[in-house]
């Protein structure tokens, strides 16, 4: 695998270095062993969090995946939990044995003792490449991007990205943050993946929380999977490499993930289906389930 230069690690700090170094010895050499944790350990302890909550949209979408293929998984941001709630998705409803990875800021996972070995409990060091947001390690994304895109060309890969790069905290889950253009250059590099939009509602981050939800109040609670059609960017791989043709594709992705939303949304509305409160501050107020905020 495509491995950064002397000069790129050099933005990184020793503990970057270190930690760096460890989620990619286990993305080369000890993949299969992340595979078994995530299929079996993760998957356990989303069963106890959130089982009985959830409900599952646009699973022909998910039947059709074969073993040869990799997905790019697109979705909106809400909570530390949302690809684990995907994955646990996907592999409830299908197979269920794939190669799993999270681009991730560096910040916890990357710069702290503790981050890491949270990576390594909660996803088999799945958090990784690490992703930089200070001017002074940015040109070590260019490495990232490329690492991520060669890793989506081995069959049997899910890997997932949010573009708006942090969590929305704000109160209405059905808008989004500013988007960054690299989730567009990835889908435009890797040719040969599916380019799944997906939405997702429901969770919160505290995992304490959603378990007892799980067990006790799971009708008032429910958690949402939205999975889209995939999206097809042939037409703008055909234009000339850039970054407005990257931002062009992460909006054409996003504008599918907002259709799932306003999907949602409509549910909401009519009654059909509740909304509970998933920002942090909801959270605290801890007002009744099916509040939606205007």
């Known amino acids: 695998m495509l491995q950064p230069?002397?000069?790129q690690l050099q933005l990184l700090s020793r503990k970057e270095r270190v930690l760096f170094k460890l989620g990619d010895v286990f993305a080369r050499r000890f993949k299969p062993i992340g595979m078994v944790w995530n299929r079996t350990f993760m998957y356990a302890l989303l069963w106890v969090g959130c089982c009985r909550r959830f409900h599952v949209h646009g699973t022909e979408h998910v039947r059709v995946l074969k073993r040869t293929d990799?997905?790019?998984m697109v979705c909106n941001h809400r909570t530390f939990f949302d690809f684990f709630a995907i994955c646990y998705a996907i592999f409830s409803r299908g197979r269920g044995w794939w190669r799993v990875f999270f681009p991730v800021r560096k910040r916890f996972f990357y710069d702290q003792v503790l981050g890491g070995f949270v990576n390594m409990l909660m996803g088999g060091m799945a958090m990784f490449p690490p992703i930089m947001r200070s001017r002074e390690q940015i040109a070590f994304n260019d490495y990232s991007i490329r690492r991520t895109v060669e890793e989506l060309a081995v069959p049997n890969t899910l890997i997932g990205i949010h573009p708006e790069g942090t969590r929305n905290k704000t109160e209405d889950p059905f808008t989004f943050l500013r988007l960054h253009a690299g989730?567009?250059?990835i889908a435009l590099a890797a040719e040969n993946a599916v380019i799944q939009p997906i939405f997702v509602l429901g969770l919160s981050s505290k995992m304490r929380s959603e378990i007892y939800k799980n067990w006790f109040t799971p009708k008032a609670w429910p958690v949402h999977v939205w999975f889209g059609e995939p999206v097809d960017l042939r037409d703008l791989r055909e234009k000339e490499d850039s970054p407005q043709v990257h931002m062009e594709a992460t909006r054409r992705i996003m504008d599918?993930?907002?259709?799932?939303?306003?999907?949602h949304k409509a549910l909401v509305l009519s009654g059909e289906?509740?909304?509970?409160?998933?920002s942090p501050a909801q959270t605290r107020k801890q007002p009744k389930p099916g509040h939606l905020s205007t």
């Open 273 to 278: 289906i509740p909304m509970p409160p998933t």
């Open 183 to 185: 989730a567009g250059r």
């Open 5 to 7: 230069t002397p000069e």
């Open 256 to 263: 599918h993930v907002e259709a799932l939303a306003q999907q």
């Open 70 to 72: 990799s997905v790019l």
